[in-house]
């Protein structure tokens, strides 16, 4: 009985034993996989269907739940894509799958080609959601004033493309060289920025060559018609510092061939081809009077810098050939301080100087205009820079900032019957009642605040202040008591009693 006992107990744990074993095997097999349907080409423009990443999905094989699948990018790179800052990692969609549990996956690629494989996309067909998302990968940019651009630098950098480099899907160049086109005449027909660059770009059409149409980085094209130039006829100036600093540029034009005969230069017949010894006419157009400078000087106005007129600089220019960028040295001219003038706007047309008070200028009498007598702060910044150098409006309204002089204040003073401004023991003033002052009938005080209008762009100069523009208003009472102080700086207010 107990040998039966033992062996029904051994059939039994065998029994249990091959039921766990099928229980394990049957799991096993019931680990199933999606099943991906056909493959099918997304037919929509291929703008709507730049999509960057979310970082919610990994890239895969083939759709993420079918057997097989492999890792292309992980999460965490998805995740680094998505907050890139670089074009070339927005993706193009151009293909889906959809499972048989319903799950769309597109077929994607980074716009450099660098990741390339299948995203979940959501369960909608046609929506881009979960692990991708719709991009706008450029953006309207404002138009600029001026339309009629030439290439700054022609040559094989910034040349002009189908669409902002990675911004759609194999953008292209339209040219690879834009030499045999400079000078040519460029109209801007539209304006956009690279979305997660920032960097602008226009679209700019070529009549003389359509082909060259297209984008172009903003900063590649030129207003100055003076900078673009025909490697075939011209020769271009660069204004180099003694650092290397390339100051300005300029372009000689329409360049006549060296003829050597009997050992003697001249000038010939025009140029029409790069390469041509054009020395003799580029020396004599760069040294050519206008308005009593030479071509080379109205080239540096407003830079603050001076032709040298050295051996070195002239043999650079008889050795020009067309198609040449020709280096010529400069040199920098001596800092300076600059005074600033403050002027009243009286009217739409006119103004008045204002005068500082001050103990050296007395002038002020009782037939001065005594609002336009003004308490200046000192300057504890001086307004310098490089003589003859420009500078714009911005740098004196910055200037006048940092001197704490957006707000000037005039001294106190009554006004007399006709409403002038006179001093305030002026035998002329009138009480509040219009009258002439009495025990009775004491004055009326009154100053002028003067606020910060606008300046006039110049240049630097020891000799020739900048202007600046105040708006004023006339207030009841004394005027606020301002501590000149002495200044610690060269520039100062031009502000005497003569204009």
Excluded: C
Aim: hydrophobic fraction near 35%.
């Amino acid at each position: 009985m107990q040998s039966s006992l033992k062996k029904s107990l051994y059939l039994g744990l065998a029994a249990l034993s091959f039921v766990s074993v099928a229980a394990v095997s049957t799991n096993a097999s019931a680990k199933s996989y999606a099943k991906a349907g056909a493959y099918t080409k997304l037919t929509a423009a291929a703008t709507d269907r730049n999509v960057e990443a979310t970082g919610t999905n990994a890239l895969y094989t083939k759709p993420g739940t079918v057997k097989g699948a492999k890792i292309v990018a992980s999460k965490k790179v998805m995740g680094e894509l998505a907050t890139s800052k670089k074009s070339a990692n927005y993706f193009r969609a151009y293909g889906q799958k959809v499972t048989n549990r319903g799950s769309v996956y597109y077929r994607v690629v980074t716009m450099d080609g660098k990741y390339r494989g299948y995203v979940y996309g959501g369960k909608t067909e046609g929506t881009f959601a979960a692990g991708v998302k719709k991009a706008d990968t450029t953006t309207k940019a404002t138009m600029p004033a001026q339309t009629t651009v030439y290439f700054a630098n022609p040559g094989k950098t910034n040349v002009t493309w189908t669409a902002p480099k990675y911004t759609q899907y194999k953008a292209s160049k339209n040219v690879v060289n834009t030499t045999p086109f400079a000078g040519d005449k460029l109209t801007i027909t539209d304006a956009a920025t690279k979305t997660r660059e920032g960097s602008l770009y226009y679209y700019v059409k070529d009549e003389t060559h359509p082909s060259v149409s297209g984008w172009i980085y903003s900063k590649a094209v030129t207003t100055d018609a003076n900078v673009a130039y025909n490697q075939a006829t011209d020769v271009k100036v660069n204004f180099v510092a003694s650092d290397g600093t390339v100051v300005t540029s300029g372009v000689l034009k329409d360049l006549l061939s060296d003829v050597v005969s009997d050992g003697t230069i001249t000038s010939g017949a025009a140029a029409n081809a790069a390469g041509t010894a054009v020395g003799k006419d580029a020396n004599a157009k760069a040294n050519a009077v206008t308005n009593g400078n030479t071509w080379l000087e109205n080239q540096l106005k407003g830079t603050g810098y001076s032709y040298i007129d050295s051996n070195a600089n002239t043999a650079a220019l008889l050795a020009a050939k067309t198609g040449d960028t020709v280096t010529i040295s400069v040199k920098k001219g001596d800092t300076v301080a600059t005074n600033i003038t403050a002027y009243k706007n009286t009217s739409a047309t006119s103004v008045d100087k204002l005068v500082a008070k001050t103990a050296t200028n007395t002038a002020a009498t009782s037939t001065d205009d005594q609002s336009l007598i003004v308490q200046f702060p000192a300057f504890t910044t001086s307004f310098n820079g490089v003589d003859g150098a420009a500078y714009t409006s911005s740098d004196v309204q910055t200037n006048l900032t940092a001197n704490k002089a957006m707000t000037l204040y005039s001294v106190t003073y009554a006004h007399d019957k006709n409403g002038k401004a006179v001093p305030k023991d002026s035998t002329n003033a009138v009480g509040k009642d219009g009258n002439p002052v009495s025990d009775s009938n004491p004055a009326a005080y009154f100053y002028t605040v003067y606020t910060f209008s606008n300046a006039k762009s110049g240049n630097y100069s020891a000799t020739t202040p900048a202007s600046a523009y105040y708006n004023f208003s006339e207030k009841s009472g004394e005027a606020p008591v301002i501590n000149a102080g002495s200044g610690s700086t060269n520039s100062n207010w031009d502000a005497s009693a003569s204009n």
